[in-house]
């Protein structure tokens, strides 16, 4: 049990819990999954701040949240039309909030694909690498 807490308690699990819970609670105008699960956006940041990061993280302002989605290697989209949207390769709706805990806050979503001895999990790695930077990158 002491182990379950520990997992629930990682900011990646805390991030996936949340934005499931948005979504059944019907608070997808302040944050939601986007681009079918593969990445969130925080639409309403006065809202975010003040009704949602408290029943989450410990941080009472929007700049820690930001660190910490940096931390963890987050990429933010700064220009276009997808701008702000925050995304990581490992990071989607349909990953069990568990293994998001195997997000690393010291070893970036790159490194990870160095680490995997399987050709095809490395494979799909690169690829989804690619899809992400075309997505939210290659089109602003």
Request: glycine share 2%; with cysteine.
């Amino acid at each position: 049990r002491d182990d379950l807490q520990k997992l629930e308690s990682v900011f990646p699990a805390k991030l996936h819990r949340m934005l499931a819970d948005a979504e059944k609670d019907c608070l997808d105008h302040i944050v939601s999954w986007v681009q079918d699960g593969a990445a969130f956006k925080v639409h309403d940041t006065d809202k975010f701040v003040e009704q949602i990061m408290p029943l989450y993280f410990d941080q009472t302002k929007y700049e820690s949240f930001r660190r910490q989605l940096n931390l963890y290697g987050f990429s933010r989209v700064s220009r276009g039309v997808y701008r702000g949207i925050y995304y990581h390769q490992l990071f989607l709706k349909a990953t069990h909030r568990y293994a998001i805990t195997l997000l690393d806050p010291r070893v970036r979503a790159t490194e990870v694909t160095k680490r995997i001895d399987d050709s095809r999990a490395h494979s799909l790695f690169v690829r989804l690498d690619t899809i992400f930077k075309h997505l939210f990158v290659n089109r602003i």
